[in-house]
């Protein structure tokens, strides 16, 4: 399933593979949207959008807005020699 709002719909590239794409007219209402479909959140290494989305979750949590949880994960970069 993917989850985006109209402004980027024609813009970004989504996965062949989505058996739904839900489109929402602002980001706010995106962001609510995966919060009630969420059971939890984890967060990988991303841009600017993915830390502000991480730091919306916690905040809704601790609001009593959402009993989601959430998990930020660091990345562990491993060297394999050949």
Request: with cysteine.
């Amino acid at each position: 399933m993917g989850v985006t709002v109209q402004a980027l719909k024609d813009k970004e590239v989504f996965h062949r593979g989505l058996t739904e794409l839900h489109v929402l007219p602002t980001m706010h209402e995106r962001k609510n949207f995966m919060i009630q479909l969420a059971d939890g959140f984890v967060a990988l290494p991303g841009g600017i959008g993915t830390f502000e989305e991480k730091t919306t979750s916690p905040y809704t949590h601790l609001r009593g807005f959402s009993e989601n949880h959430s998990i930020l994960c660091r990345p562990v970069l491993i060297q394999i020699s050949g």
